[in-house]
């Protein structure tokens, strides 16, 4: 057999893995002195998925006088002397072709137990540690004991510090695990409508070539594509100290979100263009699979012990970091992937705010064609004979439109031909034909069918995310969701797969006391209810909304079928954990208490809104900026129920202790203004600009302590 050289590499490291052991028996004292060598591992450290009887050990060596793979050693002891070693594991190759990070799979520890490790670089006869890390396994399955862990998600660098990270390093917390939930980087490199370029904490690409090349208010920016972009990333985020010494300190368990592919994708595809050309890049995927696999210590059950071997993860279409891990008698994580087999958003970004969706029969045949019965749901077969001129001045706006879009002439034409035909709402139709650039009279409703269109649903522009992904009419959506989730067989909804929600409902019988659902996005409900709300314009005015249909929002059957089989376990003893939407949250949602952690240093929730309120032309004297920005932790509770607590404008962490009969969670958080001021010299500053907000957890009820 001829085998290649990486290979045969890899061969060798299998054969030391085995060798030098993995068991938590005594493997002898350490070897000669070591020498400060964090010169030769950047990132520093990691460990990440703990379970009883191991943990999954990361590092990167890099040695510039020396490129290609490095061989260097590991070190685990129960004291930070090292001076008696449980685990030795000598001649691991970390491979150049993974840009030198390695990840070793360490078995059979003691459950329970705090461990300290290193990893050991050798070179010109001396020996160069790395930074010492401290981990912690699993309770055992039979441990009665409480679990605390941290929920934190969203930490953009650029411009941005980890406050977040370095007050939790600071409370020097007990914690078995911090559950990181997404968006651990984030894919470009200055997106002007949220992100700052320049200055100490830039983002910036080696590759621009095999970059992706992006606009937005007059700024040139880059989002990642190569396999190159992606480690970039990781490489500068992980270079932050305080981000460091958390990893230095505590075992992490991850899940993806979006940013470490790309912004509110759905498998492979992309939004960067809202529709305008088909976003789904294959190659693009797998090669921000390979740097998250390449840089996350995540744990492959079925995988050996020893150094877990890259290449031999599958990748999108086939990736799976679905998971389930115990921690004592009394919780069960259950970590789910929200974006790799999900269908697109209901409403499409492309989608003609014209086209009728849902017909009088179909309105009739649901039972809800009485809440849809004004003029304003009217409309019209635009390819009769009556309405030529109005089907010719519609094609001709929505060319228009979409050139100005950035469409260039010939799509343009194919894209209206495809779109403007058929049943087309009056709301949109006559918005056109009225303009005083068409100049024509409006259609009237007398007579007319009534139906729901994109229209109704919050969509009047061609290609956008508001009324596709934010900001999108909750009733006309509802409606319409469920006449897909019908018609498709639940299809239409299908976030998890069917793989992978056969997994879950296996895992939701598991013997554990709680079930700790992880999600990457929020399953709180975020409703503007505005309809009693009488000083507002239109289209806002007795409207409800939901404000983001990335999230479980927008697929609100699916959700509610979820939250379902999570109130049904044993004792109703379900939790949901969450990040995403930059803002933090308690509320039972189906009888199921949701916890939204904050975002660590992510723009806010309440600072995002302002800046597009204002930018739509509403000041911070107008109603819609009152109930959409000042006041909408307020706004929120009005328009869910089942809301306990919201703060849309701090980062920080959340932390949750998980008990036999209940458990308790603190949000700790800082107000946004302080995201920019860098506190690495001022640790006792920063822990007075944080404030501690905590909640009692039982079945279905949660309650302010």
């Not at 085995?18 to 591992?41: K, L, M």
């Not at 840089?295 to 279409?317: F, H, N, Q, S, T």
């Not at 994580?333 to 790799?340: I, K, P, V």
């Not at 067989?489 to 700790?516: M, N, R």
Request: net charge negative.
């Amino acid at each position: 057999m001829n085998l290649s050289r990486r290979t045969f590499l890899e061969a060798l490291v299998v054969v030391a893995g085995t060798i030098e052991g993995c068991s938590s028996s005594n493997a002898g004292p350490a070897a000669s002195p070591v020498e400060d060598g964090t010169r030769y591992f950047p990132q520093s450290i990691a460990s990440g998925d703990p379970r009883p009887d191991g943990v999954v050990l990361w590092t990167r060596i890099v040695d510039d006088t020396a490129p290609g793979d490095r061989t260097l050693s590991l070190e685990v002891a129960t004291a930070a002397d090292f001076q008696s070693l449980v685990v030795q594991k000598k001649d691991l190759v970390a491979l150049g072709l993974h840009d030198n990070a390695i990840k070793v799979k360490v078995t059979a520890l003691d459950a329970r137990t705090t461990y300290f490790y290193r990893f050991v670089y050798e070179s010109g006869g001396k020996r160069f540690a790395s930074k010492t890390g401290r981990t912690k396994t699993a309770p055992a399955p039979t441990d009665d004991v409480p679990v605390k862990f941290a929920v934190a998600s969203c930490q953009d660098f650029g411009g941005r510090y980890y406050n977040a990270w370095h007050h939790l390093t600071e409370l020097d917390l007990d914690l078995d695990c911090v559950l990181f939930v997404g968006d651990y980087i984030y894919e470009t490199t200055g997106d002007p409508s949220f992100q700052s370029s320049g200055g100490p904490r830039a983002v910036s690409f080696s590759d621009t070539t095999g970059a992706i090349t992006l606009e937005a208010s007059g700024a040139t920016y880059f989002a990642a594509q190569s396999v190159s972009n992606y480690r970039d990333l990781y490489k500068t985020f992980r270079s932050d100290p305080f981000l460091q010494k958390a990893h230095e300190r505590y075992p992490f368990v991850f899940i993806w979100d979006d940013h470490e592919y790309s912004d509110d994708c759905h498998g492979a595809t992309a939004t960067y263009t809202d529709g305008r050309v088909d976003e789904t890049n294959v190659d693009r995927r797998r090669n921000a699979e390979l740097a998250y696999f390449e840089y996350v210590p995540l744990d492959i059950p079925e995988a050996p012990a020893g150094v877990i071997d890259v290449d031999g993860l599958p990748r999108y279409p086939d990736s799976r970091i679905y998971r389930d891990l115990g921690f004592g008698k009394h919780v069960r994580l259950l970590l789910a992937d929200y974006r790799t087999y999900r269908p697109d958003h209901l409403i499409p970004e492309d989608a003609y705010p014209g086209a009728v969706v849902m017909t009088q029969d179909a309105l009739t045949a649901a039972g809800i064609a009485d809440a849809f019965a004004s003029d304003t749901f009217a409309y019209v077969d635009i390819d009769l004979p009556d309405y030529g001129l109005a089907k010719t001045l519609l094609g001709v706006a929505y060319q228009q439109l979409a050139v100005a879009a950035g469409l260039d002439e010939a799509a343009a034409k194919a894209r209206a031909a495809d779109a403007v035909k058929g049943l087309l709402a009056l709301a949109y139709v006559n918005a056109v034909l009225t303009n005083p650039a068409v100049g024509l009279a409006p259609i009237a409703a007398t007579g007319l069918s009534r139906g729901l269109a994109w229209v109704h649903m919050g969509k009047r522009d061609l290609f956008s995310a508001p009324g596709s992904r934010y900001v999108v009419i909750k009733d006309a959506l509802d409606a319409y969701a469920a006449y897909k989730y019908a018609a498709t067989a639940g299809a239409s909804e299908d976030v998890y797969g069917a793989a992978q929600s056969a997994w879950l409902d296996a895992a939701l019988t598991a013997p554990e006391t709680w079930k700790v659902l992880v999600s990457s996005v929020s399953m709180t409900s975020l409703v503007f209810d505005l309809r009693a709300k009488t000083d507002l314009p239109d289209p806002f005015l007795q409207t409800r909304f939901y404000l983001d249909a990335d999230q479980w929002d927008g697929f609100p059957y699916r959700r509610r079928e979820l939250l379902g089989k999570l109130a049904g376990v044993a004792g109703s003893k379900a939790l949901v954990v969450a990040g995403d939407i930059h803002a933090s949250f308690a509320s039972v949602e189906e009888g199921v208490a949701c916890l939204t952690g904050p975002a660590i240093s992510s723009e806010t929730i309440q600072a995002g809104a302002a800046q597009v309120t204002v930018a739509a032309g509403f000041d911070a004297a107008s109603s819609i900026y009152r109930y959409v920005v000042t006041e909408i932790d307020a706004t929120f509770k009005a328009g869910n129920p089942g809301m306990a607590f919201s703060n849309t404008d701090g980062h920080g962490f959340l932390v949750v202790e998980v008990r036999a009969d209940d458990a308790i969670a603190t949000f700790y958080a800082l107000p946004s203004s302080e995201v920019k001021v860098d506190y690495a010299e001022r640790s006792q500053d920063l822990v007075a600009k944080f404030t501690a907000t905590r909640f009692r957890v039982v079945p279905g009820v949660i309650s302010a302590m």
